[in-house]
């Protein structure tokens, strides 16, 4: 008797295991569905390894994407998963990256590895310029808590920059640099921008609190050698004309950390 009602468990147990296994990935995209402003389009394959081949957001739409849950990981209270996106459209964005969350809402994203056209990133912030170029981001590491600061190891390059105002200006290159400060400093986040064989001269930073506010200063000028069209441009720009005939752009507010969280 106790041996049947052993292998009757043991047959329930299998049983769940491969519904578990086996759970289509509907599961998934439906609950993030249910809770978010995100929607995913032709979903296959299963709960731990699956794909979507668009994923529509309020502002923009990404797509293909795939992932690949870790089981594992959740023995040590955490849903990690890694993840590639595949921009079959041009412009687009592409990468992989590997994210977590615990049950108390912290999310790790490391190695995350982006390439995207600068056109696509235009389009999506809604500027009303024409760009040219990659924009290759990489977050070595990104830790986001409710209430707190995000912690942050990451840097953008835009390779190639060009723009079209109203010609083709090539802007050669720049580096954004974001990395999380000692605790023991006040200006707990810093970002610093710089050029790179630029026909423009930049030297700005970004500085965000522990009260989230944060400053940021941005001072543009051309090199004796840029083409006349972009010296036409900079005094344009929003900001401050300086006597040597550069343009300081200075900004400052509160920081929204949009933090998970109920």
Same mark, same amino acid.
């Given at each position: 008797?106790?041996?049947?009602i052993r /292998?009757?468990?043991?047959?329930?147990?299998?049983? &769940? =295991?491969?519904?578990?296994?086996? +759970?289509?990935?509907? *599961?998934?995209?439906?609950?993030i569905?249910q809770?978010t402003?995100?929607?995913?389009e032709?979903?296959?394959?299963s709960l731990?390894?699956?794909?979507?081949?668009?994923v529509?957001?309020?502002?923009?739409s990404?797509g293909p /994407?795939?992932?690949?849950?870790?089981?594992?990981? &959740? =023995?040590f209270?955490?849903?990690? +998963?890694?993840?590639? *996106?595949k921009?079959?459209?041009?412009?687009?964005?592409?990468?992989?990256?590997?994210?977590a969350?615990t049950l108390l809402?912290k999310?790790?994203?490391?190695?995350a590895?982006?390439l995207a056209d600068?056109?696509?990133?235009?389009?999506q912030?809604t500027l009303p310029?024409?760009?040219?170029?990659?924009?290759d981001l990489?977050?070595?590491?990104?830790?986001i808590e409710?209430?707190?600061?995000?912690?942050?190891d990451?840097?953008?390059?835009?390779?190639?920059?060009?723009i079209?105002y109203?010609e083709?200006i090539?802007?050669?290159?720049?580096?954004?640099?974001?990395v999380?400060?000692?605790?023991?400093?006040?200006?707990?986040v810093?970002?610093?921008?710089?050029?790179i064989?630029s026909?423009?001269t930049?030297?700005?930073?970004a500085?965000?609190?522990?009260?989230?506010?944060?400053?940021?200063?941005?001072?543009?000028?051309?090199?004796?050698d840029?083409?006349q069209?972009?010296?036409?441009?900079?005094p344009?720009?929003?900001?401050?004309?300086?006597p040597d005939?550069?343009v300081?752009?200075?900004r400052?507010?509160?920081f929204s950390?949009?933090?998970p969280?109920?």
């Amino acid at each position: 008797m106790i041996g049947t009602i052993r /292998l009757l468990l043991l047959g329930v147990a299998a049983f &769940l =295991l491969i519904l578990v296994f086996t +759970a289509p990935a509907t *599961l998934l995209t439906k609950q993030i569905e249910q809770y978010t402003e995100i929607r995913f389009e032709s979903v296959k394959g299963s709960l731990w390894r699956g794909s979507a081949e668009r994923v529509i957001m309020p502002q923009t739409s990404i797509g293909p /994407l795939y992932w690949n849950i870790k089981p594992s990981r &959740l =023995l040590f209270g955490r849903l990690s +998963a890694d993840i590639e *996106l595949k921009s079959t459209e041009k412009p687009g964005i592409q990468g992989t990256a590997s994210i977590a969350t615990t049950l108390l809402g912290k999310v790790f994203v490391h190695n995350a590895k982006f390439l995207a056209d600068a056109e696509w990133v235009v389009i999506q912030l809604t500027l009303p310029i024409a760009a040219g170029g990659n924009m290759d981001l990489n977050i070595n590491e990104l830790i986001i808590e409710r209430n707190r600061l995000p912690r942050i190891d990451a840097e953008l390059n835009w390779q190639q920059a060009m723009i079209t105002y109203p010609e083709v200006i090539d802007l050669g290159a720049f580096q954004l640099t974001v990395v999380h400060q000692p605790s023991d400093n006040p200006e707990r986040v810093l970002g610093v921008l710089k050029d790179i064989n630029s026909p423009l001269t930049i030297d700005g930073d970004a500085r965000l609190t522990a009260d989230q506010k944060y400053t940021a200063e941005l001072k543009v000028n051309t090199r004796p050698d840029a083409p006349q069209s972009l010296q036409n441009v900079l005094p344009l720009l929003p900001g401050i004309k300086n006597p040597d005939g550069s343009v300081t752009i200075r900004r400052s507010g509160i920081f929204s950390l949009g933090a998970p969280g109920p």
